[in-house]
């Protein structure tokens, strides 16, 4: 019934220093300071920013990488040198046509994200224009564009025919259409650029594909993680209606033996009362008939289950000394007239405590010591269990998944919840070690309720 805050971290490795077998490595000092590097800090952030505005506005990265090629190809036929590879744009057409041209290559890439094999298909066929009348750098960015959304998004049986086509159209672009000077660097040039978009595509598409991985799988674990709970919750009803079963079961079988006892009495007397007693007797015996087959509805205990008492506030000293017999040292005070209690009632304080002390057992640690307090006056039952055991952060457990009997702050919860209860737990202020504050309603109040939890205001689930 502890939290646990996993506190990591990294130091540069000491020369000479040995590792334990199996331990992980921390990361080296380079990796965090290029990790820390303001450039970097400032393209994650470029990224989220642009993510966040693609998923509110999704049309507008659709519109902006189709206009951005364009611009560049405007920007190349006005104003381009005759540098590199390839000789700089000038197509002989009017201003009107060359738009169009650049228009009508450009526009399928709006669908690229939706129709990767369509477009891309299209864009192929249709960059043979732009290749013709010495766009390259129009045709090169289309072409490159669509096979970078097939191989991010596309089948990916596709990719290796897609790439084959990509090289042999630019081949013969570089060979047979553009006026090249140097046709064997341009070739290397767009087949390395063809490389890089291919790369950067796989390596994002499978980033993309480990998150989707990872979001699954933690969705899986919050169903199961709930799924548990409501297990936990349903093993830990049961626990409690069967050690219910057997109180009043337990009541019934001395009211049985006082009524049939009784009305022998009245009988030899010749008293009236005698048949009242043996319908007492009678419907004592039917209740615990009944109260067993509920039992077997509830769970898988045989109808001739035998009926025992279950434990009370007298067992406390037999517990505490299995407790103390293990190695912690407890303490133990009561307040208030605690024989006055129900069995229900008491029951249900000895499996608080017992909890309790089990978890204290598990994840104090050694020389720890246990205090344990039971008082009861007109404010209800109040139930205190405290130990010196390490800050929480330090404990392996957590409350909620604990597998002892009890099941941890579930069980608590469940059991408190049929007094009207409310259960505390967490760190203790201002000092080492962990507090459990259970508060059970008036004695006098109405019996057992709906096993429904009820939280305190200040309750802890670390």
Same mark, same amino acid.
């Given at each position: ?14 020369? $000479?220093? &040995? ?14 300071? %290029?990790? #820390? ?89 249709? %960059? ?25 998004? $596309? ?78 919750? #349903?093993? /830990? ?25 009784? #009305?022998?009495? #009245? ?33 898988? /205990? ?102 002892? &009997? ?18 505390? %737990? ?28 009820? &939280? ?7």
């Amino acid at each position: 019934m502890r939290a646990e805050t996993a506190m990591a971290s990294h130091h540069p490795p000491v020369a $000479g220093a &040995s590792r334990a077998p199996g331990a992980v490595p921390s990361p080296p000092p380079g990796l965090e300071a %290029a990790w #820390a590097h303001p450039t970097l800090a400032l393209l994650l952030r470029t990224q989220r920013r642009l993510r966040r505005v693609d998923r509110q506005r999704p049309w507008a990265l659709d519109a902006a990488v189709p206009t951005v090629i364009a611009a560049m190809a405007l920007l190349d036929v006005r104003i381009g040198e005759d540098r590199g590879p390839f000789e700089a744009a000038r197509p002989d057409l009017p201003f009107v046509v060359l738009l169009g041209v650049i228009a009508v290559t450009v526009l399928p890439l709006w669908w690229r994200r939706r129709a990767p094999v369509a477009v891309f298909t299209v864009v192929t066929a249709g %960059a043979l224009v732009p290749w013709t009348i010495n766009l390259w750098l129009l045709a090169g960015a289309c072409l490159l564009t669509a096979l970078y959304n097939l191989t991010l998004h $596309g089948p990916v049986r596709l990719l290796g025919w897609a790439a084959v086509v990509v090289l042999i159209e630019i081949g013969v672009a570089v060979w047979f259409l553009l006026p090249s000077r140097e046709p064997t660097p341009g070739l290397l040039i767009l087949a390395s650029q063809e490389i890089a978009a291919i790369g950067l595509a796989l390596a994002l598409r499978t980033q993309r594909a480990n998150l989707a991985a990872l979001e699954d799988r933690a969705a899986r674990m919050e169903v199961e993680r709930e799924q548990r709970e409501r297990l936990t919750a #349903a093993a /830990e009803r049961y626990r409690v209606a069967r050690e219910m079963h057997d109180i009043v079961g337990h009541n019934l079988a001395v009211v049985v033996g006082l009524a049939d006892g009784a #009305a022998a009495l #009245a009988a030899s007397r010749g008293e009236h009362s005698a048949e009242a007693l043996g319908i007492i007797g009678d419907t004592s015996r039917e209740a615990m008939s009944e109260l067993r087959r509920v039992l077997g509805v509830l769970g898988d /205990e045989p109808e001739d289950a035998p009926l025992s008492p279950q434990p009370g506030l007298v067992d406390l000293d037999t517990l505490l000394a299995r407790v103390r017999a293990a190695g912690l040292s407890v303490s133990y005070c009561t307040e208030g007239d605690l024989t006055a209690l129900g069995g229900g009632i008491q029951l249900t304080v000895y499996r608080i405590v017992q909890e309790a002390l089990t978890n204290t057992l598990k994840h104090a640690g050694p020389g720890s010591a246990a205090h344990a307090s039971v008082s009861t006056g007109k404010d209800g039952v109040r139930v205190q269990v405290t130990d010196t055991g390490p800050h929480p952060c330090d404990r392996r457990t957590d409350p909620l998944t604990n597998t002892s &009997s009890g099941h941890g702050l579930v069980g608590m919860r469940q059991r408190s919840a049929m007094y009207g209860g409310t259960v505390s %737990a967490g760190p203790r202020t201002g000092r080492p070690g962990w507090i459990v504050d259970v508060t059970l309603e008036p004695t006098g109040a109405e019996g057992p309720r709906s096993a429904v939890p009820r &939280s305190a205001p200040g309750d802890h689930a670390p």
